[in-house]
């Protein structure tokens, strides 16, 4: 009886967090997130999450993200970014579990070549990491800036995460960035990653180095 008192229990917090779930895309769904983030406030439910613009490499890109984001600490970015070509900036949540990154990288594409590149750097991480789930693909314009993106699902340890990667270009170079969550919070995040893509702003000019975050 123990057993099946549990199993109710179970059903019931699972049907309980089913119908936030639903409750949360519904309102997702029905409010311009874009502008929500440009103007500083996002509503989930009965929570406020705050957005603020960071800018990056020395004023030239800026972009909106939640207010409690910050600079992913040194330590922690060993263990999820290891590689020496890690982003130039990467910001976390307060749980670590989200993930916003950005690197002007060394290729130098054309603006009407932007949509192959896109293509070509999805088709090569499809290759090279053959268990990831892609889904959409596309060229959007972002405050006059033409941006490819695309997003997927790939396998990391004991959770699966959620990634939307986009591309533009600043003066010459490529420029990269993305947000990632655990799966099971990309109902939330994913139409929070694109308004957040959707927030980017771009002013062309020279810079004497790399620029540092806030």
Same mark, same amino acid.
Request: aromatic share 8%; charged share 30%.
């Given at each position: 009886?123990?057993?099946?008192?549990?199993?109710? @229990?179970?059903?019931?917090?699972?049907?309980?967090? =089913?119908?936030? /779930?639903? *409750?949360?895309?519904?309102?997702?769904?029905?409010?311009?997130?874009?502008?929500? @983030? =440009?103007?500083?406030?996002?509503?989930?439910?009965?929570?406020? @999450?705050?957005?603020?613009?960071? $800018?990056?490499?020395?004023?030239? @890109?800026?972009?909106?993200? !939640?207010?409690?984001?910050?600079?992913?600490?040194?330590?922690?970015?060993?263990?999820?970014?290891? $590689?020496?070509?890690? !982003?130039? %900036?990467?910001?976390?949540?307060? $749980?670590?579990?989200?993930?916003?990154?950005?690197?002007?990288?060394?290729?130098?594409?054309?603006?009407?070549?932007?949509?192959?590149?896109?293509? &070509? /750097?999805?088709?090569?991480?499809?290759?090279?990491? !053959?268990?990831?789930?892609?889904?959409?693909?596309?060229?959007?314009?972002?405050?006059?800036?033409?941006?490819?993106?695309?997003?997927?699902?790939? !396998? &990391?340890?004991?959770?699966?995460? %959620?990634?939307?990667?986009?591309?533009?270009? +600043?003066?010459?170079? +490529?420029?990269?960035?993305?947000? *990632?969550?655990?799966? =099971?919070? /990309?109902?939330?995040? =994913?139409?929070?990653?694109?308004?957040?893509?959707?927030?980017?702003?771009?002013? *062309?000019?020279?810079?004497?180095?790399?620029?540092?975050?806030?």
């Amino acid at each position: 009886m123990k057993f099946m008192d549990e199993e109710v @229990i179970e059903m019931t917090k699972h049907a309980r967090q =089913k119908k936030r /779930m639903e *409750n949360i895309e519904s309102q997702l769904l029905h409010t311009d997130i874009v502008k929500a @983030i =440009k103007d500083g406030q996002l509503m989930i439910e009965d929570e406020t @999450i705050e957005f603020k613009e960071i $800018s990056f490499y020395e004023d030239q @890109i800026r972009m909106c993200m !939640p207010a409690t984001f910050d600079v992913m600490e040194p330590e922690l970015m060993d263990i999820k970014y290891p $590689s020496s070509r890690r !982003p130039d %900036y990467i910001y976390t949540s307060e $749980s670590t579990s989200i993930n916003v990154t950005l690197k002007i990288m060394e290729q130098q594409v054309k603006e009407e070549e932007l949509e192959d590149f896109t293509e &070509a /750097m999805r088709n090569i991480l499809q290759k090279t990491q !053959p268990t990831t789930k892609m889904l959409d693909s596309g060229m959007n314009e972002v405050n006059g800036l033409q941006i490819g993106y695309f997003d997927f699902i790939s !396998p &990391a340890l004991d959770n699966k995460i %959620y990634n939307l990667m986009f591309l533009f270009i +600043v003066g010459e170079n +490529v420029t990269m960035g993305s947000v *990632n969550c655990l799966k =099971k919070e /990309m109902n939330i995040w =994913k139409p929070i990653a694109y308004g957040m893509m959707e927030s980017i702003l771009v002013e *062309n000019k020279l810079l004497d180095g790399e620029g540092v975050g806030e």
